[in-house]
């Protein structure tokens, strides 16, 4: 099994639309989750930590089930401009005596007019 | 933004070539990072550097060789790559004691042909 597991999609979705991706991991002793956003062709940058209790950003939810070591990002009224790949990262465990960081392979969103 | 830049942004070149690639962090951090991006596949850690010292790697062959002068530079030597070593190199910096909020660079797309 996958340390981080995402569906690559495409995801097409129209503007306006709300869409949510999901997330699984494998290690149940991973610590800290965060979605990276990652353009067509670009560096992946920071989009927000999730956190048990859930969190919010705008237009953007980010939720975090340990039981079922999932999380979640759910987008709502989406924009042409969050088309993106969206990495799903856990942290946890140690690696070389520091925590361990662990992308996903991504999945794709693609908002059409 | 200039936090993380990276040299050369694209890069050819032969089986029998040696170039390096260069990156910079402004940003005050110490630990750096290099990445593999190849398509439909997660990010792969490739090397860690803690205060200039390497504390990961990650399994990746001798024909590739990092060197990080400083906290602030680290450089990726490249030797008698084979093709499929064609993708995009990422950089990233963090804060020692906070790698799940990496910051990355833009990157070079090497082709090796």
């Known amino acids: 099994r996958k340390e981080v597991e995402q569906d690559p999609g495409p995801f097409n979705v129209p503007e306006g639309a709300t869409v949510a991706f999901n997330c699984t991991y494998s290690?149940?002793?991973?610590?800290?989750f965060f979605w990276y956003r990652q353009d067509c062709r670009k560096e992946p940058k920071l989009l927000m930590s999730?956190?048990?209790s859930g969190n919010e950003d705008g237009r953007f939810t980010a939720q975090l089930n340990r039981a079922s070591q999932y999380i979640s990002l759910l987008i709502r009224d989406s924009k042409l401009s969050d088309s993106a790949t969206y990495l799903c990262?856990?942290?946890?465990?140690?690696?070389?005596?520091?925590?361990?960081?662990?992308f996903g392979i991504g999945t794709k969103l693609q908002v059409i007019p | 933004e200039t936090g993380v830049t990276q040299t050369p942004r694209h890069l050819v070149m032969g089986m029998t070539n040696k170039k390096s690639l260069k990156c910079e962090q402004h940003?005050?951090?110490?630990?750096m990072y290099w990445y593999k991006q190849s398509a439909k596949k997660p990010l792969e850690l490739m090397f860690v550097?803690?205060?200039?010292?390497?504390?990961e790697n990650n399994s990746v062959p001798s024909r590739f060789s990092p060197e990080c002068p400083n906290s602030s530079h680290l450089f990726l030597h490249l030797h008698t790559l084979q093709p499929e070593d064609s993708a995009l190199y990422l950089c990233?910096?963090?804060?020692?004691?906070?790698?799940?909020?990496?910051?990355f660079g833009p990157g070079t797309r090497l082709t090796v042909l």
């Open positions: 990233a910096s963090s804060p020692r004691t906070n790698r799940q909020q990496q910051f």
């Open positions: 550097y803690n205060f200039k010292e390497q504390t």
């Open positions: 999730v956190y048990s």
């Open positions: 290690n149940s002793a991973s610590q800290s």
């Open positions: 990262v856990v942290s946890g465990g140690s690696s070389g005596g520091y925590q361990k960081v662990t």
């Open positions: 940003l005050g951090h110490n630990a």
